[in-house]
């Protein structure tokens, strides 16, 4: 049994193999030598040749920062390299922290965060407050302040290296063989090299992009807020960016390929958060797609639009300051070396690896993370590296990634969270399915904006009563549903749902007082209700 090392009023004991986010990170490094990690000496020998590291890992991002310090953890000799730091990233630019801390989740939450304020000065006067005139951004304070942040997490993630004695590379590391990595013209034999190098936003060959259009990197960096900004993607970097800028004062128009954005999501779900963009101001041009991005001669930009599998005229979206083309990422394969080794890659550019995060084709090769296209979220990034240092270094034998009840959510306004089964998914997969949802007005927007509204679902297979799926669109949707993913992970069911107290007056309440079914399905056909419109 391991004991929790955060302090003498912590009395949770760890079952060996069961890790808790957060709680384990300062575990790891608050142990004294000799309580929780066993310290290593020296590298592994096998079959007569010996290795400068047990585990060699490139990338020093979520993923190959958590495998690192927990292999060290283990009394393995680990090494990570990483690129020199930079909020734009490229070829020859990364840093610690990566993609998450650097360039995504972290800086478009502050940034998110920043837009919300503009929303709570309007709501505040139907509370009785007197707020003269509408609320000043500082744009240059707000970039200021983000970037202090990141260089202070970016840091901490260097000393968390340095704390788990993980020998850290600054350079561009390039594969050599299977068990050797170079470095700065260096070379490191490794048992085991952990390919964590993440994935990097792309342009798409539309004419005038690569020239005129920018990045979700350098939308996040720039020097001024634009007045008008047009967002191509419909993915959940898209949405989010959409809103960010809509909500700091930037006239948006958000142009997607599909009728709704968000494929990934439940379809009723991204029905009503199209609506609830609409309400608040965002331009969305559905089954739509640029076709051409040019520059005149006063600076500005023109985006060509044509229609998507539907009928309608091509227009122009004028005087725009920046186009965001998030139309995707993708996983960073090229130019390290994995040609030199034969590993295998798959149809869309990540390396293909087994259930245990190993190469496929080259056994001393892993990868986890973004870079193996698997599921591009950094809680899952931070599992999978958690489950590799297990697997290679500790005792409790084969461990791989377990994917069950990942909740995933968009940080736009409002924001969209879920875990478990989509309703279409569950119908496929379960035939017999209960559907309940419910619409209501937050109570924060009771005495003022009245058209904001909530909504959750909750997806239930009607043979065993098991709840296979929550979904929620609201304005704390993120911080409600990590509990009920907890719910969902530990297998409720409706009729415990349905017996858990509430908290009133909430939002999550909705979750545990939905009694009426809103749709029936059995053997995979409505029997009950009206049919999805969506």
């Not at 391991?2 to 079952?15: H, K, T």
């Not at 390919?195 to 720039?222: E, K, M």
């Not at 004062?249 to 968000?262: A, I, S």
């Not at 969209?416 to 399915?433: I, R």
Request: proline share 5%; charged share 25%.
């Amino acid at each position: 049994m391991r004991i929790c090392l955060r302090g003498p009023f912590c009395n949770v004991a760890l079952r060996k193999g069961h890790y808790f986010p957060g709680m384990v990170d300062s575990a790891v490094l608050r142990a004294p030598a000799g309580i929780w990690r066993k310290v290593a000496t020296r590298a592994s020998q096998e079959n007569g040749a010996e290795f400068d590291f047990d585990l060699f890992t490139i990338g020093g991002g979520s993923a190959g920062v958590r495998a690192a310090r927990y292999s060290a953890g283990l009394g393995a000799k680990v090494g990570l390299c990483e690129l020199p730091r930079d909020l734009i990233s490229s070829d020859e630019k990364g840093g610690t922290g990566g993609t998450c801390v650097l360039r995504g989740c972290v800086p478009k939450k502050l940034m998110a965060l920043a837009g919300l304020f503009a929303e709570d000065v309007q709501d505040a006067a139907s509370f009785g407050w007197e707020v003269e005139g509408p609320p000043q951004l500082s744009w240059e304070k707000l970039q200021s302040n983000k970037r202090r942040e990141l260089e202070r997490l970016s840091d901490l993630y260097m000393d968390n290296l340095k704390k788990a004695n993980v020998e850290f590379i600054e350079g561009r590391a390039r594969i050599v063989d299977p068990n050797t990595v170079e470095v700065n013209g260096k070379q490191y034999r490794a048992k085991n090299i952990l390919v964590a190098t993440g994935g990097a936003a792309s342009i798409p060959p539309i004419d005038g992009a690569r020239d005129y259009a920018i990045t979700s990197d350098h939308v996040l960096n720039l020097d001024e807020l634009p007045k008008k900004l047009v967002v191509v993607g419909g993915g959940y970097i898209g949405c989010e960016q959409a809103s960010i800028f809509n909500n700091l004062g930037t006239e948006v128009y958000l142009v997607v390929r599909q009728d709704l954005p968000l494929a990934g999501f439940d379809r009723e779900a991204c029905a009503f958060v199209m609506e609830q963009y609409k309400l608040r101001g965002l331009h969305v041009y559905g089954q739509s797609s640029p076709t051409k991005v040019s520059r005149g001669a006063d600076g500005k930009l023109t985006v060509r639009v044509e229609p998507y599998k539907r009928d309608g005229d091509p227009f122009d979206i004028e005087d725009v300051d920046q186009v965001l083309m998030a139309t995707g990422r993708k996983p960073k394969t090229q130019n390290i070396g994995l040609e030199n080794v034969g590993a295998e890659i798959d149809e869309k550019g990540g390396l293909k690896v087994d259930e245990f995060s190993r190469s496929v084709s080259v056994p001393s090769i892993w990868g986890i993370g973004d870079v193996t296209n698997r599921i591009p979220l950094t809680p899952v990034a931070r599992m999978e590296g958690s489950a590799l240092a297990k697997h290679l270094f500790g005792d409790e034998g084969d461990v791989k990634p377990d994917y069950t009840a990942v909740p995933s959510v968009v940080f736009s306004s409002p924001q969209l969270a879920y875990v478990g089964k989509k309703e279409d998914a569950a119908v496929e997969e379960y035939q017999d399915v209960d559907i309940y949802t419910s619409k209501s007005t937050p109570m924060k927007n009771t005495l003022g904006r009245k058209d904001v509204k909530e909504f959750v679902k909750v997806v239930v297979s009607a043979k065993d009563k098991k709840v296979v799926g929550f979904h929620m669109v609201g304005a704390e949707a993120a911080e409600i549903l990590q509990g009920f993913a907890a719910a969902l992970y530990a297998g409720i069911t409706k009729p415990q749902l349905d017996a858990t107290v509430g908290i009133h007056p909430s939002s999550a309440e909705e979750f545990v007082t939905m009694t009426q079914t809103t749709r029936k399905y059995r053997g995979g056909k409505l029997v009950e209700g009206e049919p999805l419109k969506c």
